[in-house]
């Protein structure tokens, strides 16, 4: 157990709908990533926080959003969903300082799974 | 930008051979961290190893070791003896200033009993 709790597990929706993916952090962590993992695709960074704030940004596209909340936990917001959004969803969280420096691993949560239909 | 490139897409081999995961990886930061990471067959990402850029030694863990070459930008990752429950995806991954870190597209790891 990484101590990364996301929710939920398995998500099946339609076309054009509006899905929120929930990621709970390991106590004391303060950065947050999300990742997209697509059939036969790598991990693909989508965007980190880190205490609240946007700290990094990869390929996210516009139809999705995240923040992390005072309490830390993190939602990622996925609307207008196609097809091609069917992945699975990870957050991992870390420890890291304010200068941004990574001082230790990412802690993998078990995804999110999102079918598309 | 940064770029992690694992050429292996899929690798099979019989256990108790030996099999080596190829990483590229380039970035412009003079300061960065290198990973490895396992994915089974249950779908969980398992951290292997952190490896900071000014830290050039080589590390064994049983089985598994990691080959850290800054000269060719490589960070190869090596299974001893292989077994059965290696069977896995490998992703290599690379962190640097900007706080993104980026994960290769993996290698689909066989072990053949």
């Known amino acids: 157990d990484s101590g990364v709790t996301q929710t939920p597990k398995h998500l099946i929706t339609a076309t054009g709908q509006r899905v929120t993916l929930r990621c709970s952090p390991r106590s004391g962590d303060l950065s947050v990533y999300w990742y997209q993992q697509s059939l036969d695709q790598g991990l693909q960074f989508l965007i980190q926080y880190y205490n609240g704030e946007e700290r990094a940004k990869g390929n996210i596209l516009e139809r999705f959003s995240a923040q992390q909340f005072p309490d830390l936990h993190s939602e990622l917001n996925l609307s207008s969903l196609e097809l091609g959004d069917s992945a699975l969803y990870f957050c991992?969280?870390?420890?890291?300082?304010?200068?941004?420096?990574?001082?230790?691993?990412?802690?993998f949560g078990e995804g999110s799974r999102l079918t598309v239909l | 930008a940064q770029k992690v490139t694992q050429a292996q897409t899929e690798i099979s081999v019989v256990e108790k051979e030996d099999v080596t995961l190829d990483c590229v990886y380039e970035t412009r930061d003079t300061t960065y961290y290198l990973f490895w990471y396992k994915q089974p067959p249950s779908g969980e990402l398992v951290f292997l190893i952190r490896?900071?850029?000014?830290?050039?030694q080589n590390e064994i863990s049983g089985r598994y070791s990691w080959n850290f070459q800054k000269s060719t930008s490589s960070f190869n990752f090596t299974i001893t003896a292989s077994q059965v429950v290696d069977s896995a995806v490998y992703f290599c991954?690379?962190?640097?200033?900007?706080?993104?870190?980026?994960f290769g597209k993996g290698t689909r790891l066989h072990i053949l009993p």
């Open positions: 490896r900071n850029s000014f830290d050039e």
């Open positions: 991992a969280s870390s420890v890291a300082i304010p200068t941004g420096a990574l001082t230790g691993e990412l802690f």
């Open positions: 991954a690379l962190g640097g200033r900007d706080d993104k870190i980026i």
